[in-house]
């Protein structure tokens, strides 16, 4: 919970299935901090599967779980150099499902009748973070210009091939205490205005996954007199890039849902980033989140976090991605609308056209 522990005194198990916390004030994070499972050092948890041993990439269904044993008794995960080399084993009956198919590879999938895709939109975003030590993104007028100047329905267009969902800010659209947010439109005049004659020129550290994406962000912003120059990185190198703040700008799919516990965790200054990415309006805004005692007075904080975040933005944001689940139409999967199907994985049952996979 990083600084938000601080609101819990204690937490005793009361029987071999209850917990009991007990907390020091109000604390509307908390149960928002729990949708993650509790895992164990030897690999058992609270999930519906287990690892048997962490330095093997094989999964088994968990005869503890609480709502019952999954259908499913084992997940072997492995490994493939592309989508393509996937795919071609999936047809081939080896494998059962993708985990996830990429924007560049769904127009391909669609046409196959053994295999059913299920597309979401994830709980990751792109956005470009903001070295705000770097003279260039001091002023917050650059960074809400810089927004403004982004064309998020053609970025998703053509950078993400339609599958996307413009991004107003770092609160998930769908996030339940998130009521008429402040939106950043895109307004190329004003951009024009403030960035023209500051004649902005910056590095923007890049993935290859991401490249696409960042081209067309480059040639919008070369509208308004921006000169991004773009520089491509493995994801490894731009992670640690972020947490030393070794960057001008960066191009990243960062998690910002489903809670609000997960924007705490990653943007306040006693966060995971140590303060690398936000600043002290931000941490006020979510400090009034954090310290909320009701849910009227929670709902209103969320909503100052919002404002506060489209008057002093910490990033440039783009847009929330969507991904698809691959499943060979063996396995029957109940879906429920708007969820990755992956939250119904111990519900998920072979079908009567018994065929399972040849694992040599």
Same mark, same amino acid.
């Given at each position: 919970?990083?600084?938000?522990?601080?609101?819990?005194?204690?937490?005793?198990?009361?029987?071999?299935?209850?917990?009991?916390?007990?907390?020091?004030?109000?604390?509307?994070?908390?149960?928002?901090?729990? #949708?993650?499972?509790?895992?164990?050092?030897?690999?058992?948890?609270?999930?519906?599967?287990?690892?048997?041993?962490?330095?093997?990439?094989?999964?088994?269904?968990?005869? #503890?779980?609480?709502?019952?044993?999954?259908?499913? *008794?084992?997940? !072997?995960?492995?490994?493939?150099?592309?989508?393509?080399?996937?795919?071609?084993?999936?047809?081939?009956?080896?494998?059962?499902?993708?985990?996830?198919?990429?924007?560049?590879?769904?127009?391909?999938?669609?046409?196959?009748?053994? &295999?059913?895709?299920?597309?979401?939109?994830?709980?990751?975003?792109?956005?470009?973070?903001?070295?705000?030590?770097?003279? &260039?993104?001091?002023?917050? #007028?650059?960074?809400?210009?810089?927004?403004?100047?982004? #064309?998020?329905?053609?970025?998703?267009?053509?950078?993400?091939?339609?599958?996307?969902?413009?991004?107003?800010?770092?609160?998930?659209?769908?996030?339940?205490?998130?009521?008429?947010?402040?939106?950043?439109?895109?307004?190329?005049?004003?951009?024009?205005?403030?960035?023209?004659?500051?004649?902005?020129?910056?590095?923007?550290?890049?993935?290859?996954?991401?490249?696409? &994406?960042?081209?067309?962000?480059?040639?919008?912003?070369?509208?308004?007199?921006? *000169?991004?120059?773009?520089?491509?990185?493995?994801?490894?190198?731009?992670?640690?890039?972020?947490?030393?703040?070794?960057?001008?700008?960066?191009?990243?799919?960062?998690?910002?849902?489903?809670?609000?516990?997960?924007?705490?965790?990653?943007?306040?200054?006693?966060?995971?980033?140590?303060?690398?990415?936000?600043?002290?309006?931000?941490?006020?805004?979510?400090?009034?989140?954090?310290?909320?005692?009701?849910?009227?007075?929670?709902?209103?904080?969320?909503?100052?976090?919002?404002?506060? !975040?489209?008057?002093?933005?910490?990033?440039?944001?783009?847009?929330?991605?969507?991904?698809?689940?691959?499943?060979?139409?063996?396995? @029957?999967?109940?879906?429920?609308?708007?969820?990755?199907?992956?939250?119904?994985?111990?519900?998920?049952?072979?079908?009567? @056209?018994?065929?399972?996979?040849?694992?040599?």
């Amino acid at each position: 919970m990083g600084a938000a522990f601080e609101d819990i005194e204690q937490i005793a198990a009361t029987s071999g299935k209850e917990l009991t916390i007990a907390l020091r004030r109000p604390s509307p994070l908390l149960i928002e901090a729990l #949708d993650s499972p509790v895992r164990k050092e030897n690999g058992s948890g609270t999930g519906p599967f287990k690892s048997v041993d962490p330095a093997k990439p094989e999964l088994i269904a968990n005869d #503890d779980y609480y709502l019952g044993r999954p259908a499913i *008794d084992e997940i !072997v995960i492995r490994r493939y150099p592309s989508i393509r080399a996937a795919w071609a084993e999936m047809l081939r009956n080896q494998i059962d499902m993708l985990y996830e198919v990429g924007p560049d590879a769904l127009e391909s999938l669609a046409g196959a009748t053994n &295999v059913s895709l299920f597309t979401f939109i994830r709980h990751y975003q792109l956005l470009v973070f903001f070295n705000t030590n770097i003279p &260039v993104f001091r002023d917050a #007028d650059v960074r809400r210009a810089l927004n403004l100047a982004i #064309d998020r329905d053609n970025l998703i267009a053509e950078g993400l091939n339609g599958h996307g969902v413009p991004s107003p800010g770092l609160i998930s659209p769908n996030y339940w205490a998130f009521q008429r947010p402040p939106t950043i439109s895109f307004d190329v005049k004003a951009a024009d205005t403030t960035l023209r004659a500051k004649r902005i020129s910056f590095v923007c550290l890049v993935a290859p996954e991401f490249e696409r &994406v960042a081209l067309v962000m480059k040639r919008q912003l070369e509208t308004v007199g921006v *000169d991004m120059r773009l520089r491509e990185i493995p994801m490894e190198s731009l992670m640690e890039a972020l947490v030393k703040r070794d960057f001008d700008a960066l191009l990243a799919d960062t998690i910002s849902g489903p809670s609000f516990f997960r924007i705490y965790r990653a943007w306040h200054s006693q966060g995971p980033l140590g303060g690398g990415v936000g600043n002290k309006h931000l941490d006020a805004a979510l400090d009034r989140v954090r310290f909320a005692q009701s849910a009227a007075e929670y709902r209103t904080a969320v909503g100052e976090f919002a404002k506060a !975040v489209s008057e002093d933005p910490p990033a440039l944001f783009l847009a929330w991605s969507e991904r698809a689940r691959a499943v060979n139409r063996r396995f @029957d999967v109940p879906v429920e609308p708007g969820r990755d199907i992956l939250t119904t994985l111990r519900l998920w049952r072979p079908t009567t @056209d018994l065929q399972y996979v040849d694992r040599n």
